[in-house]
Structure formats: structure tokens, C-alpha cells
T-cell receptor
Framework: AQSVTQLDSQVPVFEEAPVELRCNYS??????LFWYVQYPNQGLQLLLK??????LVKGINGFEAEFNKSQTSFHLRKPSVHISDTAEYFC???????????FGTGTRLQVFP | NAGVMQNPRHLVRRRGQEARLRCSPM?????VYWYRQLPEEGLKFMVY????????ESGMPKERFSAEFPKEGPSILRIQQVVRGDSAAYFC?????????????FGNGTRLTVT
């Protein structure tokens, strides 16, 4: 069965600093990978997705992620964070051919002024 | 084009009552997914439905929980005889094709509190 590990439950960072949120998945088959963001009391919004092709994926709000098949990782990065990036970030995986997403436990990014 | 609509946003039930959560998918979407988010945890898959069919209910508790997606109207997640452990945020998501190549669109959730 698929599983997703987000190693950091919380990541505190100062404004304008770079950030990396880590995500590893377990799978021996082809997968789709996603990062979602959740603001307080809201649903999930898609940041970016990897389906195939280039391993570097650019998303909204200046975020990007790199798919690394050999390390089964899909880490999320942003070179310079803003206060407004404070939120919960979820990594998710699905088997190709299905929408069923398996989520990690989330990383709470807290940006300080 | 309205997004995924869930109602109510907040629902309070006493132990033993029934909870009904409604989800209207995006226009043109026929695939609906329900997820549960417990405090400080990620989202756990519960059930996947298409119109009038349950495709995958591997994440649904065996008792008290049921889901439907009728030909007309919203998808309903029903929890009978609620217990305190059912307190959580329940999210609905929808997609058009169900192939995984398009992302799921999520509603804002229903926050169920059992007192």
C-alpha cells in the first residue's frame, strides 16, 4: 500500500528566508505526486503536481518541487517565503490511473517577521 | 463556475444522534471522494463514489458510516449514532475523469463536533 512521509511536522522560518518541506513516498509503481496547501478553516488548494516529464515542477505562489525517483522524494521549496505562506502543507501520492490520494500527515509552515 | 460546495460548515451533534454531511461536486464532475481529517493529522481517505455507485469504500469504518451519490442531488456522508471520536473535519473532493491526471478539487469541509 502507498504511504507518504512528511518528516517535519513544523517548520518555523523567518520572512524572506528559503524553505524546504520534505516528502518521501513508498511505491514501486508509477505514481502521480501532489502538494496541497491548507489555510486555517479552509479546504485544500493545489500548489503543484508531478505527472511525468521534467522532474522540476513549478507551482503557484513561487513554490517548486523536485521529483527524485531514486530517493522516492518530492520535496517542496521556495527561495523566499512571505508571512502569507503560513499554512499547513500536505504531500500526496496516487497511483497512475486513479484519483485516490494518499496524504502525508502535513507540515505546518510558520513564517515569522 | 462554483467550486465544490459542502454544507453545513459546522455541525454539532450530541452522542447518539445522526450526522448528515452534504457535498455538491463541481459542475461536470461525476467522481466524488470523502476524506476525514482528525486534529493534528493528515487527511484519510474514506470513500470514492460515482453517480449511484460506490467504487471504493476501503477507508470507511464498518459500522455507522455510509455514503451515497444519487443520480440527482448532492453526495451524502451519513454517520449514525455519533461518538466523540467522530469529531473531525470531513472534506469532499471531486474530479471529472477519475484518472488521476487532473487534481482533485476540495470543498471547505464540514467540521463535526460531537458533544
Amino acid at each position: 500500500a502507498q504511504s507518504v512521509t512528511q518528516l517535519d511536522s513544523q517548520v518555523p522560518v523567518f520572512e524572506e528566508a528559503p524553505v524546504e518541506l520534505r516528502c518521501n513516498y513508498s511505491s514501486s509503481v508509477s505514481v502521480y505526486l501532489f502538494w496541497y496547501v491548507q489555510y486555517p478553516n479552509q479546504g485544500l488548494q493545489l500548489l503543484l503536481k508531478y505527472l511525468s516529464g521534467s522532474t522540476l515542477v513549478k507551482g503557484i505562489n513561487g513554490f517548486e518541487a523536485e521529483f527524485n525517483k531514486s530517493q522516492t522524494s518530492f520535496h517542496l521549496r521556495k527561495p523566499s517565503v512571505h508571512i502569507s505562506d503560513t499554512a499547513e502543507y500536505f504531500c500526496a501520492v496516487s497511483d497512475q490511473g486513479t484519483d485516490k490520494l494518499i496524504f502525508g500527515t502535513g507540515t505546518r509552515l510558520q513564517v515569522f517577521p | 463556475n462554483a467550486g465544490v460546495m459542502q454544507n453545513p460548515r459546522h455541525l454539532v451533534r450530541r452522542r447518539g444522534q445522526e450526522a448528515r454531511l452534504r457535498c455538491s461536486p463541481m459542475k461536470g464532475h461525476s467522481h466524488v471522494y470523502w476524506y476525514r481529517q482528525l486534529p493534528e493529522e493528515g487527511l484519510k481517505f474514506m470513500v470514492y463514489l460515482q453517480k449511484e455507485n460506490i467504487i471504493d469504500e476501503s477507508g470507511m469504518p464498518k459500522e455507522r458510516f455510509s455514503a451515497e451519490f444519487p443520480k440527482e442531488g448532492p453526495s451524502i456522508l451519513r454517520i449514525q449514532q455519533v461518538v466523540r471520536g467522530d469529531s473531525a473535519a470531513y472534506f469532499c473532493a471531486s474530479s471529472q475523469q477519475g484518472t488521476g491526471a487532473e487534481p482533485l478539487h476540495f470543498g471547505n469541509g464540514t467540521r463535526l463536533t460531537v458533544t
